[in-house]
């Protein structure tokens, strides 16, 4: 008679769809449109084509900024686009 019960509650996402253009996130960001541009044209970048649009949604969005990104590690964002080892001390 002395039964306990679990209640497991999830997480509440949000149902609503949205996405941000490159010129949302340049507002957004305070970033130049160069360098946004070339974050949407990034591999890693979960950005789609709606169109002749380039957007990202933002559940993608705020995933991929919480995540630590360094332009010595990732191709795309160095300028010889080749992985960079440096040698901790």
Same mark, same amino acid.
């Given at each position: ?21 490159? =010129? @949302?996130?340049? /507002? ?11 974050? *949407? ?6 950005? =789609? @084509?709606?169109? /002749? ?11 991929? *900024? ?18 960079i080892n440096v040698k901790k001390?």
């Amino acid at each position: 008679m002395g039964a306990t019960q679990t209640v497991i509650t999830k997480q509440e996402i949000s149902s609503e769809v949205r996405f941000y253009s490159i =010129s @949302d996130l340049v /507002k957004m960001l305070g970033w130049s449109e160069a360098t946004v541009k070339k974050m *949407f044209n990034d591999p890693g970048f979960p950005a =789609s @084509d709606f169109g /002749k649009r380039k957007v990202v949604e933002a559940h993608a969005l705020i995933n991929y *900024f919480s995540r630590r990104h360094s332009r010595e590690f990732e191709r795309h964002w160095n300028s010889e686009g080749v992985k960079i080892n440096v040698k901790k001390r």
